[in-house]
């Protein structure tokens, strides 16, 4: 499949959308947003997904990670991306302990979906969030996995690090991937594993792989906005590529994220672990 078409299709994607890109091997692009402004500039350059991503708790609230993120937040940028944005899935994060138990996952998702308008919800881990992902999915919520570095556990993992690495803990990537899809998942996002892992998930999987330090060979690419045009603090993940230099402006730099995306030239093998 040849993935360089310069011009996106101006159909709305949809959940069902997700597995046709798969299925012709079209590689989807994804970014985060948190305002309406930027959420036209991102629809206006083809992203195929703009995720509402806790990320704010680091990026807009200035905070060390994103523990602190509230449902309220989310909601409130949610509906803000929402009233900026027409073609893309609109997916959002539900935050840290959100979906601690069944019931209180279906809480936060319908105010997600119902105020925020949410169009899928991402959880982070397996194990027992496996019950709260069917539990959604069974009450037509659709769901996104995420799993190798999930930044939420990052009190558990002791840091932001690659995970996969050993072969005991590849298999269990590789099980907790299969799980997750098994639980009802409908997309999943790979965070900082290797690139061989990632691709051995992707072929496994019948539900499209979404990657962020993952490798060129998961079915997507998903990068934090502010990362993506190099106005994060700090120093730059690995996986990150300052788009803004060759894109020229905030809506050149996400049209060339995206085509680079489409191209496969994005992520390159200095982006990947």
Known sequence: MNHSTPAPSLRKITVPSLRQFKRQGDKISMLTCYDAAFADSLDRAGVDIILVGDSLGMVVQ???DTLAVSVSDMVYHAAAVRRGTTRPL?????????????QRALDAAHRLVAEGGAEMVK??????????ITYLAQREIP?????????????????????????????????DAKRVQQAGAELLVLECVPAGLA??????LDIPTIGIGAGSECDGQVLVL????????????????????????????????????RDGAFPAAEHSY
């Open 62 to 64: 200035g905070r060390a």
């Open 199 to 204: 691709k051995r998930i992707t072929s496994e």
């Open 90 to 102: 609109l997916l959002v994060d539900m935050p840290f302990q959100s979906y601690a138990n069944e």
């Open 226 to 261: 502010h990362d993506l045009l190099g106005v994060t603090p700090g120093n730059r993940p690995r996986f990150v590529k300052d788009f803004l230099a060759e894109g020229g402006s905030v809506q050149g730099a996400v049209r060339a994220f995206v085509e680079a995306v």
């Open 143 to 175: 769901v996104c996995g995420h799993l190798g570095l999930t930044p939420q556990s990052v009190n558990r993992l002791g840091g932001f690090k690659v995970q996969g690495k050993e072969q005991s803990a590849a298999e269990r990537l590789v099980e």
């Open 123 to 132: 959880l982070e881990g397996a194990g027992p969030v496996l019950d709260a």
